[in-house]
């Protein structure tokens, strides 16, 4: 198995079962130097004229501050088996476990960035466009208050998707 580069016109991808419900792996830094957490928020669609990936990050992840310090980040999907793995890295924190240690998952450099060999889908991501969320452009209050009464607000990260790899 090794990652092949496809054409994103190319996937049967559903953007709903794949996020909401398979979840991804968002990831950024090199193999040396990197963080990685579970989403199940984001969007995959087409802005300013090509694909792109949407996350959103709270500012009290680790992953934050990578998602900050890096011009690139991936998503990577997973087959069923990993689901253990995705929710230990939705439950712990790279500050203080190492996640590829714990889960078995083998990072591995993709266009200068990170992946996972075991992911059976990448998308490798340059960031475009980043923004804090904030409380007055809610225009539900009690959508802000659900979310952010008591957590920290998410930042979102807007990726232009520069390269899609399926396992074959
Ligand atoms: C299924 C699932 C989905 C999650 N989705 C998100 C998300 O979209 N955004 C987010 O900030 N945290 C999300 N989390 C929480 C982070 O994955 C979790 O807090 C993680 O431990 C952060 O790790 P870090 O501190 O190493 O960055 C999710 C967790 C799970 C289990």
């Known amino acids: 198995m090794a ?8 996937l049967a ?18 193999p040396e130097n990197y963080n990685t957490m579970t989403a199940s928020w984001g969007a995959m669609g087409v802005i300013w004229g090509g694909p792109a990936m949407t996350a959103v990050v709270r500012t009290s992840r680790h992953t934050f501050g990578y998602m900050e310090e890096n011009d690139t980040f ?10 253990k793995a995705l929710q230990f890295c939705g439950s712990h924190s790279g500050r203080d476990f190492d996640k590829a240690k714990e889960t078995g998952l083998t990072p ?8 996972f060999a075991e992911a059976k889908l990448v998308f490798v991501c340059e960031k475009m466009y980043a923004q804090m969320m904030g409380e007055e452009h809610f ?11 008591k957590d920290p607000m998410h930042k979102m990260y807007i990726g232009r998707i520069k390269a899609a790899y399926v396992q074959e």
């Open 3 to 10: 990652f092949v580069k496809k054409e994103l016109k190319d």
């Open 13 to 30: 991808v559903n953007p709903f079962t794949t996020i909401g419900d398979e979840w991804f792996l968002l990831t950024a830094g090199t």
């Open 74 to 83: 991936t998503v990577c999907v997973f087959p069923e088996e990993y689901r």
């Open 108 to 115: 591995v450099e993709l266009e200068g960035t990170t992946a």
């Open 139 to 149: 225009t539900q209050p009690e959508v802000c208050e659900k979310w952010y009464g």
